[in-house]
């Protein structure tokens, strides 16, 4: 906690599991929350035992124009926003055949669209004070992926990307972004905040295990604690130069170099093939006119 003033944390998806947890834990280090939720009757016994130091929003993230509106309204009545926790957001299971449009556009309406409504929401505050942080929660499907979550996954790659892309632009006004990779957290995520597609036969037997796992019979094995991950998240908010990339849970930090090391070696295995595709002019210095062994075979120009 940053000393002699009480930081305003904006928490998105604060009903339960880990956006819950870091409301928890920023209302016992003394700061303030702005907590959005569709449902923020769910916060009343938080708001009892705080008071006004809790200030609940009853939010949809998918809808820009209330989105922007109530970030508004609460930046105005708590004198600013000093931590955003892009934190709402939800699973859907299903095979990427399987996932109908309507199914597919509502996954990336909250956890891609919200998420950036809600960065276009923070950062008129932010930049006029000079400072913030925006944490943006993902997951190590933002990094490797799995069947039957491709949907899910494609809402994380879209936001790390975006997030990294943000962390460039607002770095001159003194606002710095971190990507929570998180592994498996102890919540409802897999149960009954899980939206699922209707299976196709076709894919019985390839995501027999995977559906399983997502049917919400493991939601309550998880190692991952919500409690520990929102304290974290307050430690790393307080150090003096907080990572871009932040992986949680020993089994994401144990994946995501692996993935890593794959796809450097592909790369590596093929680098002869990407000098083929930029124009090259006769003697115009080392590598021009580089063929790969077997590219004009495989129908390659040249």
């Not at 996954?107 to 960065?119: E, I, K, R, S």
């Not at 276009?120 to 925006?134: D, E, I, N």
Request: glycine letters at 12%.
């Amino acid at each position: 906690m940053s000393e002699g003033r009480v930081r305003t944390w904006l928490v998105t998806g604060a009903s339960r599991g880990l956006g819950r947890a870091v409301v928890e834990a920023v209302l016992q280090a003394g700061e303030r929350a702005i907590a959005t939720s569709r449902s923020p009757g769910s916060l009343d016994d938080l708001r009892d035992a705080h008071g006004d130091r809790l200030v609940p929003l009853a939010l949809d993230v998918a809808d820009r124009s209330a989105v922007l509106a109530g970030f508004a309204s609460a930046a105005e009545l708590t004198g600013g926003v000093d931590v955003l926790v892009n934190n709402a957001g939800y699973g859907l299971a299903g095979g990427v055949e399987e996932v109908g449009e309507r199914l597919a556009r509502d996954q990336m309406d909250v956890n891609f669209f919200g998420a950036l409504w809600a960065v276009q929401g923070v950062l008129p505050v932010m930049r006029r004070q000079g400072r913030g942080h925006v944490v943006q929660i993902s997951s190590i499907a933002g990094v490797a992926t799995y069947p039957n979550l491709g949907l899910y996954c494609a809402s994380k790659w879209a936001l790390e990307g975006l997030s990294e892309t943000l962390a460039q632009e607002v770095a001159g006004h003194g606002i710095r972004v971190t990507i929570v990779q998180l592994g498996e957290l102890r919540t409802a995520w897999s149960a009954d905040s899980m939206v699922r597609a209707d299976p196709m036969p076709a894919y019985d037997e390839v995501l027999a295990t995977r559906r399983h796992g997502l049917s919400g019979a493991f939601a309550d094995r998880q190692p991952g604690d919500p409690r520990r991950a929102a304290q974290v998240l307050l430690d790393v908010v307080d150090t003096d130069d907080p990572p871009l990339r932040l992986l949680l849970g020993a089994g994401a930090a144990a994946l995501a170099p692996r993935v890593y090391r794959d796809r450097l070696e592909e790369w590596r295995r093929w680098s002869d093939l990407a000098p083929l595709v930029d124009h090259t002019d006769e003697g115009a210095g080392e590598g021009a006119g580089v063929r790969a062994p077997g590219a004009v075979r495989r129908g390659y120009p040249g």
